[in-house]
């Protein structure tokens, strides 16, 4: 989901260079299963989104387990999101961008803004590096900056699970950013390919909707039939590494609203079924499913919501 803004110490610097190429052995394990949503699209530091939103969600969606946040230029982990994490068990996931471009931090330039994040996060929290990156710059450029963003990260905090996210949509057959031809001028699949030492999961975002049908399914539907997913899915699943779906989002925007249940049930007995360890589901618009007010183009689902139950129901604790 593309968002408009979303989504210290020379000694501590020289320790995080000393460290490169030693941080896989402090790898973070993942839970069998966590479920949790994100709020809204504004869920980002100085949004005004609280945690209240997430504790709301909480009482419609089931015992929620991770919360995404979301900084566009290296602000640190907002006070209110690490009380929701360490008072109320609302795991942050901190999705950041810095203020330096991709190429400088691949460079370095962006050490010292990367580790203060890092520091900040709480033992065993989530980070990731420039979430869906595919629109703003190439897969070369992108695994350059990844790479140098995970060795700083997990240097200044070993507990952390630092894990890349990609966009579903330009992981569609035809898109000029994901490409699979040998002519992509580093946007081939593998050039996006964060390798396997340098992350801790991999993620994707995925999102239906009617308007668009055609190109997305039409529901109810297995994410397990997703033709995105599965170019997806086939060129990360070898890799030994959790996955995870951050972002999801299903709306049926023309006609008769029908049940995202269906499709909710047949995706998870997919996703349970081939490694993926986190699922959280976008609370934006026509994509609302559980929730005290809805904006508008939302709409009550109460089987859509009851089969999300059933999802967080079976994580585990």
């Given at each position: ?124 929290s989530y ?20 790479q140098r ?42 050039d996006w ?125």
């Amino acid at each position: 989901m593309r968002r408009s803004a979303p989504r210290t110490l020379v000694l501590a610097v020289v320790v995080v260079l000393l460290t490169l190429g030693n941080v896989a052995a402090a790898e973070a394990t993942l839970p069998t299963l966590a479920v949790g949503a994100t709020t809204s699209a504004t869920d980002t530091v100085g949004s005004g989104n609280t945690c209240a939103g997430f504790l709301d969600e909480r009482t419609h969606l089931g015992n929620l387990g991770i919360r995404r946040v979301f900084a566009s230029a290296g602000q640190l982990p907002p006070a209110d999101a690490l009380t929701c994490h360490n008072t109320y068990g609302g795991v942050l996931w901190y999705s950041f961008k810095t203020s330096c471009t991709p190429t400088a931090v691949a460079a370095g330039s962006c050490d010292t803004e990367i580790q203060n994040i890092a520091t900040a996060m709480p033992a065993n929290s989530y980070l990731t590096y420039f979430h869906e990156p595919e629109d703003d710059m190439t897969g070369v450029q992108f695994v350059a900056a990844f790479q140098r963003a995970y060795t700083v990260a997990k240097a200044a905090n070993a507990t952390l699970n630092v894990i890349p996210i990609y966009m579903s949509y330009q992981w569609r057959t035809g898109s000029t950013r994901v490409t699979n031809n040998g002519t992509g001028g580093d946007y081939e699949i593998q050039d996006w390919i964060v390798p396997a030492a340098y992350a801790d999961a991999y993620g994707l975002d995925l999102y239906w909707q009617a308007s668009t049908r055609g190109s997305e399914p039409d529901d109810p539907y297995s994410i397990g039939s997703d033709p995105r997913m599965i170019r997806w899915y086939n060129s990360f699943a070898g890799l030994g590494k959790p996955l995870t779906l951050p972002e999801w989002g299903i709306d049926d925007d023309q006609g008769t609203r029908a049940s995202r249940g269906p499709a909710i049930r047949a995706s998870r007995t997919w996703l349970t079924s081939h490694n993926f360890r986190i699922v959280s589901y976008w609370q934006l618009d026509n994509w609302y499913l559980g929730a005290t007010t809805f904006p508008a183009g939302g709409y009550a689902d109460p089987d859509g919501v009851a089969a999300y139950q059933e999802l967080v129901a079976a994580a585990t604790p």
